[in-house]
């Protein structure tokens, strides 16, 4: 399948996703580009493969993440640091192998200490920050280089919240996995439902009826505005104005509760497979109508608000060429003109009016702006869906034979899954989070920029912790 | 700006639940001593997530929201354990984490309260155990008080704390190591 370029830089593949295998004899690391799906072999005994790292920088995390999965080496990369296995990790242990048990209890080994990129220099110096932040939010870790306020460079390090969890759902069948999958990220829980959902539909050579995607389409429309309106509060609040965290943050409440009512769950957990509460069509579309007002409500308020775009515009700039480099998704892409958005090739979205929105300004500013315009246009689409969507449940297959991928635009972006069943069994999990490739640029967005403006760029880009890590 | 006090006045206020403030009040007056000794009259949580899937998380942040606005309850959410009376603990408590989740434990000054939230860090969210899970945290942590739910609700948290505060009317004491 022809996933969406990149519009601009045609000859250049895009890098969405590289993972390895265990096939017994060999080790196979299979990479997915927008155009093309290649697979390589890797010797058992002493397991090696070539580094995409040069001409992919995102390929970084990718083939870290394979060496501390499976051991293997990557000849030619540029950084070799262990990404998954902290500091107190028993070396040597690889828990993707097969013959690595999934319950083996492991020892804290003496404490390894962990490099971070730094700029040297006269009076350059560090700031760590994490992995216990201030506020009510995730675990990860931010290395800074600084010439006093400004910073030179930035290390993101993470997988604190490392689970297992690609491991911890082999030998379960998709129906198995579902409560599982829907936990990985809070955030993006109907965004990786459906990814689920249409695998199992593949399994089953099954079509799924336009009145089950409309509700599907629902749901996750929902969550998008529920996170926008988050994300529509906190980016403003943390330029210091609260005022927009009060307003945007009760939105956010009202759009749970609207999941709630649809699916009996705030954050629709386990939604697909269940049973659908009756709803009431004409009931869906005022909430909707009365929401958009809202939105043009907190537009017409922030536009007018001199002081915080004075904060925003031009702050942490992600030009279009470096997007295009790390192979961005999501908000983050659109936000510097990139076209990329997973439902602009879904012909049930498109047949419904569905328009990507994009910026060209790549700034905290732009970033903000895309958020408001698609929550927005989520709102039309839900309208829209509601008309025919059905109250049609879904059973996630028990059976399943071979490999099968799919891709979901969440709320932060191109999701991508990627499952091998044998005998009904999952016998390889993988699932690129968004989050996994716009991690890797955010440092690209530092230089120039004040520290005090960090949680300003990082929040507009609202990345996932959870979902990342796995 | 002239826009947003019209419709501050217009909206009034959202917060709901004025039962809790009566229960608050009635609870304040039972605990009168023992809270003033312990808390000086404000209840401060340093939240730590251990490994969640973000929706615990989520609904903390969300009893900031006008709708629940929880810090009119005298209960804070502070940014350092060096200013907490209790760690709340989200998720399930995972390799990488424990070490820095028993070192933010140990800068909580003494008395202090763990309060679990949230299925997870008493393994009782879907997940199954793999070598990168240490919950349940009972093994590591001393838990005072567990909030159940996947992820509980806002006023599930709400009550969790309540009855937290009860049980330490009824004489019980805060842990150390
Ligand atoms: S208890 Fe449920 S909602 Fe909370 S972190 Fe765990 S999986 Fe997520």
Redesign the interface.
């Known amino acids: 399948m022809e996933k969406g370029g990149s519009g601009m830089e045609n000859s250049r593949k895009r890098l969405i996703a590289r993972y390895a295998v265990d096939r017994g004899e060999h080790f196979e690391i299979v990479t997915r580009y927008d155009t093309e799906t290649t697979r390589e072999r890797a010797d058992r005994q002493e397991p090696r493969a070539p580094s995409l790292m040069p001409r992919y920088p995102a390929a970084n995390w990718f083939e870290r993440k394979i060496a501390d999965d499976f051991g293997i080496r990557f000849e030619g990369a540029y950084d070799f640091r262990p990404l998954?296995h902290?500091e107190?990790?028993p070396v040597g242990?690889h828990?993707m192998r097969k013959d690595?048990?999934?319950?083996?209890?492991?020892e804290?080994s003496e404490y390894r200490p962990y490099k971070y990129e730094a700029v040297g220099g006269d009076g350059v110096f560090e700031v760590a920050v994490g992995?216990?932040h201030?506020?009510?939010?995730?675990?990860g870790h931010f290395h800074f280089s600084q010439a006093g306020e400004e910073m030179l460079h930035q290390e993101v390090r993470h997988?604190?919240?490392?689970?297992?969890?690609e491991?911890?759902l082999e030998g379960k069948s998709l129906a198995e996995a579902a409560?599982?999958v829907a936990?990985?990220?809070?955030?993006e829980?109907v965004a990786t439902q459906i990814a689920l959902a249409r695998i199992s539909a593949q399994v089953e050579k099954k079509d799924l009826s336009e009145a089950l995607q409309a509700r599907w389409g629902i749901l996750l429309e929902l969550e998008r505005i529920a996170h926008h309106w988050?994300d529509l509060g906190f980016i403003p609040n943390d330029a210091g104005f609260g005022?927009a965290l009060?307003f945007a943050?009760?939105r956010?409440?009202e759009t749970?509760r609207q999941l709630r009512d649809l699916t009996g769950h705030?954050?629709a957990?386990d939604a697909l497979m269940r049973e659908p509460r009756p709803w009431d069509r004409e009931e869906l579309i005022r909430w909707c109508r009365h929401m958009s007002q809202e939105a043009k409500?907190f537009e017409?308020?922030i536009t007018?608000?001199p002081s915080l775009w004075d904060r925003m515009d031009t702050t942490g700039i992600l030009t279009s060429g470096n997007a295009l480099r790390y192979g961005c998704v999501g908000v983050v892409a659109r936000a510097s003109s990139v076209e990329l958005d997973v439902r602009s090739e879904e012909p049930f979205y498109r047949e419904r009016g569905f328009e990507p929105k994009q910026e060209s300004s790549g700034d905290v500013a732009a970033r903000f702006k895309v958020r408001l315009m698609e929550l927005k246009h989520s709102l039309e689409l839900i309208e829209t869906f509601a008309k025919e969507a059905s109250s049609e449940g879904f059973a996630f297959t028990e059976t399943g034979e071979g490999a099968f991928e799919s891709f979901v635009e969440s709320s932060l972006g191109e999701l991508y899954m990627a499952i091998e069943l044998v005998g009904g069994k999952i016998s390889r999990f993988f699932v690129r989070d968004p989050s996994f490739i716009n991690w890797q640029a955010l440092h690209l967005m530092m230089p120039g920029n004040i520290i005090a403006d960090f949680p300003l760029i990082n929040k507009s880009c609202d990345l996932?912790?959870?979902g990342n890590?796995l | 700006m002239l826009r947003y006090w019209q419709r501050r006045f217009k909206t009034g206020i959202l917060t709901e639940k004025p039962e809790f403030d009566a229960r608050m009040k009635e609870l304040r007056k039972r605990l009168k001593k023992g809270i003033a000794k312990h808390f000086a009259g404000s209840l401060a949580i340093r939240m730590v997530d251990s490994g969640s899937c973000n929706a615990c998380e989520a609904e903390c942040n969300a009893l900031s929201n006008p709708y629940y606005d929880l810090e009119r309850l005298g209960i804070r959410f502070v940014a350092s354990p060096r200013h907490a009376d209790v760690m709340l603990l989200s998720g399930v408590l995972t390799f990488n984490m424990l070490p820095h989740v028993l070192d933010a434990w140990e800068q909580i000054p003494e008395p202090k309260w763990c309060i679990t939230l949230g299925d997870c860090p008493a393994m009782q969210a879907p997940f199954t155990r793999t070598f990168a899970i240490q919950a349940p945290a009972a093994e590591h942590l001393p838990v005072a008080h567990h909030i159940p739910g996947c992820p509980p609700s806002p006023n599930t948290i709400i009550e969790g704390l309540l009855e937290f505060l009860e049980t330490l009317q009824n004489g019980k004491q805060g842990t150390g190591n």
């Open positions: 998954l902290h107190r990790w242990n828990p690595f048990d999934v319950h083996r209890v492991l804290f992995p216990i201030a506020g009510i939010i995730e675990p997988f604190y919240k490392y689970r297992g969890i491991k911890m409560p599982i936990r990985i990220s809070g955030n829980s988050t005022a009060a943050s009760a956010a409440e749970r705030r954050f957990f409500w017409e308020w007018d608000i996932s912790y959870a890590d």
